[in-house]
């Protein structure tokens, strides 16, 4: 009896919600204007291409839309998100399984509005960020792809949960979510400032990581680029209070966003992905003006110095003696006695960002599941580091990251075992479910 009346309280649900949406349909905030229902001439297609390479480096669509080991723009690639998975589509031109029949309005109204030709996307597609993209660089993205090599790919179907898998109730999500308003312009702020801006808000859509989420999924603007949790990891404050308690200074973020690499550590996870397919790419302008935008500066200061590091904080004499034996045996042979690092082979721990983020997640998941070998830009190479998940106790992983976060890190606020334990099962649940 329990059962069916669950069945009808869902069934009147969807029946009510849909209705909604199709009420709502007619006030959706939409930014596609202008005379792109004219499809472009070959001449306009192949010069647009050319500077469509580029716009869609800089915006990050072949990481996203390829999956590992997969044809280049087919999609597949899947993201975990908190109402199930979401496969990446094909968006080579292949006119079966791609967007290879899509007109210049379709592409136009699916990367700004967020709908595509059957129907919502979901906002795994960072189309509300897109959204503040110019016509002239959607134009462009659009030739470049249409020059690409078609991928006879199917897309893969999504695994959500209901009511989630009801792609039309995403009306009334975009409806609460989406900006009215997609100028990045401020016409008070200087041209490099804007530039910036415009590559942090559109193309280069930062805050679909950076800035948390409101109940509904959407960003959450009062807390813009002040951190979140995604994916398993934390991904930093990047406001300019965040990004100078890390220890960045405004050049030393433009080269790390180029090199991966700096005193502050190395990229890893998707970060490292980011600047493997995008930013190693940007020209060096752009990335200025990113930095000087995330520093609320109008142009890169003369002064190239960083922020002093942070102060150690007090460490009592019970932690240091549960936790720098279990460093010096297990990190110091790479990290140094003092956490100097090996120059080109190991990151320094005295002066890496990691330690102060006011989250220990991502210190945690590092300690417990180590880093893969990585080659970052130019010719430099970090060596793997193993996990320790199997030889330290929740304990002695906790009392191993209060005293790095403490010593180097600055931080007098200590994580307890159990949170620990509760990282260490999510990655094993994690880990199981892709199989590895």
């Known amino acids: 009896m329990m059962r069916k009346l669950l069945l009808i309280v869902a069934g009147v649900f969807v029946v009510c919600a849909l209705a909604a949406a199709v009420f709502l349909g007619a006030f959706e905030k939409s930014v596609v204007a202008g005379d792109i229902d004219e499809p472009l001439t070959a001449d306009a297609m192949a010069t647009l291409a050319k500077r469509g390479a580029y716009v869609a480096v800089a915006a990050d669509c072949f990481a996203c839309h390829t999956a590992k080991g997969g044809a280049p723009f087919a999609g597949g690639l899947p993201f975990e998100t908190p109402f199930g998975t979401i496969y990446s589509t094909n968006i080579s031109p292949d006119k079966e399984t791609g967007i ?53 790919v199917a897309n893969k179907a999504n695994a959500l ?31 490099v400032w804007n530039r910036g801006r415009y590559l942090t808000d559109a193309l280069a859509h930062c805050g679909e990581c950076h800035t948390p989420r409101n109940a509904l999924q959407g960003l959450d603007q009062a807390a813009y680029l002040e951190g979140a949790d995604i994916e398993g990891v934390h991904a930093p404050d990047i406001t300019k209070a965040g990004l100078e308690r890390m220890g960045f200074g405004p050049w030393v973020l433009s080269t790390f966003m180029k090199s991966g690499l700096s005193a502050q550590g190395g990229m890893t996870g998707q970060m490292f992905e980011v600047v493997h397919f995008s930013t190693q790419y940007m020209t060096t302008d752009d990335l200025d003006a990113l930095s000087a935008y995330l520093f609320d500066l109008d142009d890169l200061p003369a002064d190239k110095a960083s922020p002093d ?128």
């Not at 009801?166 to 401020?186: K, M």
């Not at 009392?399 to 620990?420: A, F, S, T, Y």
């Open 100 to 152: 290879g029949a899509w007109t210049r309005a379709q592409f136009h109204r699916a990367l700004r509005d967020g709908v595509g030709p059957n129907g919502h996307l979901y906002p795994a597609m960072p189309y509300a960020s897109y959204r503040k993209m110019t016509p002239a660089d959607v134009d462009a993205v659009y030739a470049y792809l249409m020059t690409r090599e078609p991928m006879n």
């Open 161 to 191: 949960s209901f009511p989630f898998n009801i792609r039309q109730g995403l009306t009334f999500w975009n409806l609460v979510n989406l900006p009215a308003d997609a100028g990045t312009e401020n016409p008070e702020r200087s041209a």
């Open 309 to 436: 590091v942070s102060k150690p904080a007090a460490v009592d004499a019970e932690l240091s003696a549960a936790a720098k034996p279990t460093y010096l045996a297990l990190c110091s042979g790479c990290h140094g006695v003092e956490g100097q690092g090996i120059p080109h082979v190991v990151v320094p721990l005295s002066t890496n960002a990691s330690l102060r983020l006011t989250s220990a997640r991502n210190l945690i998941r590092v300690v417990l599941d180590g880093i893969p070998a990585q080659r970052f830009p130019g010719l430099e190479r970090m060596q793997p580091m193993p996990g320790f998940a199997t030889d330290l106790t929740d304990r002695q992983v906790a009392d191993l990251v209060n005293w790095l976060r403490r010593k180097w890190g600055g931080q007098d606020v200590d994580i307890r075992p159990e949170e620990v334990g509760r990282l260490r099962h999510d990655l094993e649940a994690a880990s199981a479910d892709t199989g590895k």
